[in-house]
């Protein structure tokens, strides 16, 4: 059964800062890895897709790397911002293929102005 | 593009009655819409998947009778909680996709939720 982890769960840093944060699946047999993004009491926006076959995918101040052998994926955010304050999940399709996503526990970020 | 909405955006109820919660697609066609379940601080839980045009598919412990699921057209899925309960507040979210298999490409485009109260 495929199990996605993220940590931290909690991250408090000052405006400005390089972050790194982390998820962790179980079954590496996956078809991609997707990051999002959820503002308090809202829906989730997708901000990356990797591929299976990608290594890391680039979206302006994000960068997420994927290590299907590890079972690790990294979400870097350069130069945080107030603005970036959210929770961000990582989710992955379970390794029977379909085509539902298995949700990561989350990590809250707040940036601090 | 791929924009997801959902009606309402909250609603508070008496325990006892029926709440529809509707999901559109405004500008894809949706072969497949998932239904998800957020309680405060956790992470989403996949509460059933549903195809136009045919029954949903329901998570383990989730209860068929008790979540009615209509995917009635390629834009519009219906989640009816029926006999709400205190216990079924939580905030529900939908997806679509364009996909319906195994795609490697395939993504879920996520609605704005809906919040749901009940007393």
């Known amino acids: 059964k495929q199990e996605v982890t993220q940590i931290p769960a909690a991250l408090s840093v000052p405006e400005g800062e390089n972050l790194v944060l982390n998820c962790s699946f179980t079954?590496?047999?996956?078809?991609?890895l997707q990051w999002f993004r959820q503002d308090p009491g809202k829906g989730l926006t997708s901000l990356l897709l990797?591929?299976?076959?990608?290594r890391e995918q680039t979206s302006g101040r994000l960068n997420a790397s994927l290590d299907k052998s590890s079972g690790r994926s990294t979400l870097y955010i350069a130069a945080s911002q107030p603005g970036d304050s959210a929770t961000y999940l990582c989710?992955?399709?379970?390794?029977?293929?379909?085509?539902?996503?298995?949700f990561g526990t989350g990590t809250r970020l707040k940036v601090l102005a | 593009g791929a924009v997801v909405s959902q009606h309402p955006s909250w609603v508070i109820c008496k325990s006892g009655t029926s709440v529809k919660i509707e999901c559109r697609s405004l500008?894809?066609?949706?072969?497949?819409m998932f239904w998800y379940r957020q309680f405060p601080k956790q992470s989403l839980m996949l509460m059933a998947t549903?195809?136009?045009?045919?029954?949903?598919?329901?998570e383990q412990g989730v209860e068929k009778d008790k979540f009615l699921i209509n995917h009635a057209s390629l834009t519009l899925s219906t989640l009816t909680v029926t006999s709400a309960h205190p216990e079924d507040s939580s905030f529900y979210i939908c997806?679509?996709?364009?996909?319906?298999?195994?795609?490697?490409?395939?993504?879920?485009?996520f609605g704005p939720g809906t919040r749901l109260t009940v007393l």
């Open positions: 997806s679509a996709s364009t996909g319906q298999g195994i795609s490697s490409t395939d993504t879920q485009y």
């Open positions: 079954d590496s047999a996956i078809y991609n």
């Open positions: 990797i591929q299976s076959s990608q």
């Open positions: 989710a992955v399709p379970p390794p029977s293929g379909t085509y539902k996503y298995i």
């Open positions: 500008d894809f066609q949706a072969t497949t």
């Open positions: 549903s195809n136009e045009g045919s029954k949903a598919t329901y």
